[in-house]
């Protein structure tokens, strides 16, 4: 548990705080700017397109305001009661995120469809967008190519799925824009019905990035089998150790952004536990030293003949 307090109360841990809440603040300035001036310039410039996309912003501010209070509670340190400390707030924050982009795709959806309709049916006359409207779409794809940058950049530092997420969101919002964009251009030109088009098309980014973001933000959650890189890595390192004769089954679990792994290896079938125990806290100290974000490590050993037997160990390196 020595190396996990290491980890959890290091000053990085401060320091992944502090620029959380940096991409977090930045990111809730510009949303409330954008968020009144597509949601006044969309009713106003008549564009249903630019309406929802102020729409989707407007949802933005709320999650922000979620995100920075799980933010705090993520990097409080850990306790007695919470020895791995509170990380995994950010994923549940990220769950969060992710249902609020997913709500707001399917309003937006829905709204743009019934006007789209209503346009063909003849119930509403469209007058058409306003030429200012494509500026605001404009400059909103470029202010969120600014925050997806910068807010990508935060979340692969300091191994944030949160902050990955409203990295992945701001990334939506730029092609969003330039989808809206594309429709005011063909309303200004006399085809009306592209407006709502675009707000419809904008809705479905919407919900895709929404379902990206949960099913991340799920698996971080539950114990999952490492992907074939961090397999590989482990598996490598593992086989390194004196006494390791064999590699079976690596489960890994995280805790924001560290790793928990349980490991089952195979050993000389003549030694003695003691001996087994010993094989077994050096393979620990080897993962915990060569896998980055490790902080626990748990190890289950079986004598190497009896596994051949049983073939319980399936799929596994053998040391050769």
């Known amino acids: 548990m020595t190396a996990l307090r290491q980890n959890i109360s290091d000053s990085d841990g401060g320091k992944a705080k502090n620029a959380s809440k940096k991409a977090v603040n930045i990111g809730l300035f510009f949303n409330i700017f954008l968020a009144l001036s597509k949601t006044f310039a969309g009713i106003f410039g008549h564009s249903r397109a630019l309406l929802a996309d102020g729409i989707n912003s407007s949802s933005d501010v709320i ?6 209070i799980f933010i705090d509670i993520a990097h409080k340190p850990a306790d007695e009661k919470h020895p791995y400390g509170h990380r995994q707030m950010e994923s549940i ?29 003849g119930e509403v006359e469209n007058s ?53 964009s594309i429709g005011i251009i063909f309303s200004l030109y006399g085809w009306k019905w592209f407006d709502p088009l675009a707000g419809a098309i904008v809705a479905i980014l919407i919900l895709k990035t929404g379902i990206k973001i949960i099913m991340e933000s799920s698996d971080e959650l539950m114990f999952t089998v490492p992907d074939k890189k961090l397999d590989s890595a482990i598996r490598g390192s593992a086989l390194s150790v004196r006494g390791v004769l064999r590699v079976g089954d690596i489960k890994t679990h995280r805790f924001g952004p560290y790793l928990v792994a349980n490991i089952t290896i ?46 319980k160990m399936n799929k596994s390196a053998v040391k050769t």
């Open 63 to 68: 999650y922000y305001i979620v995100v920075k």
């Open 266 to 311: 195979g050993i000389d079938g003549t030694l003695s536990v003691t001996e087994g125990d010993k094989i077994a806290g050096a393979l620990e100290k080897q993962i915990l030293e060569s896998i980055d974000g490790m902080i626990e490590v748990y190890v289950h050993f079986h004598p190497h003949s009896l596994e051949d037997a049983n073939g």
């Open 128 to 180: 058409g967008p306003a030429a200012y409207v494509l500026c605001v779409a404009a400059a909103t794809a470029v202010i969120k190519a600014f925050l997806y940058f910068f807010t990508k950049r935060t979340g692969e530092r300091y191994g944030s799925s949160v902050i990955m997420a409203l990295a992945c969101d701001h990334r939506n919002d730029i092609f969003s824009s330039i989808a809206v």
């Open 93 to 121: 924050a990220a769950l969060i995120v992710g249902a609020f982009v997913i709500t707001t795709s399917m309003a937006v959806f829905w709204d743009s469809v019934v006007d789209a309709f209503n346009i063909f049916s």
